[in-house]
Nanobody, 127 residues
């Protein structure tokens, strides 16, 4: 069982930056590929970023590519999401997720792949 706790959300002006963090409980953090998703009111959940177990391979959808960066912090059993040049359309609840991936290089981009989810942290970008 893995428990995920997100932090770092808040209110920011358009063009600003935020850094989200997710801490995972459990001794086998390295067994999991990690991802960040978001859900805006009235919209489907969508992926924001994902990273492989070894931290080498990442995935970003076109909607955020160039503005976000995901990284692992193995010492803290965590994964971070640096978001820059934020836009009002980035307003959403952001969720951290863990996928018990069988290979070190797999980067899951589908929400269905993930086994565990955090409770979410709210990000609001004002115009």
């Amino acid at each position: 069982q893995v428990q995920l706790v997100e932090s770092g959300g808040g209110l920011v002006q358009a063009g600003g930056s935020l850094r989200l963090s997710c801490t995972a409980s459990g001794p086998t953090f390295s067994d999991y590929a990690m991802g960040w998703f978001r859900r805006a009111p009235g919209k489907e959940r969508e992926i924001v970023a994902a990273i492989s177990r070894n931290g080498v391979f990442v995935y970003y959808p076109d909607s955020v590519k160039g503005r976000v960066a995901i990284s692992r912090d193995s010492a803290k059993n965590g994964v971070n999401l640096q978001m820059n040049s934020l836009k009002p359309e980035d307003t959403a609840t952001y969720f951290c997720a863990a996928d018990r991936a069988t290979t070190m290089y797999y980067v899951p981009s589908s929400a269905d792949s993930y086994d565990y989810w955090g409770q979410g942290t709210q990000v609001t970008v004002s115009s």
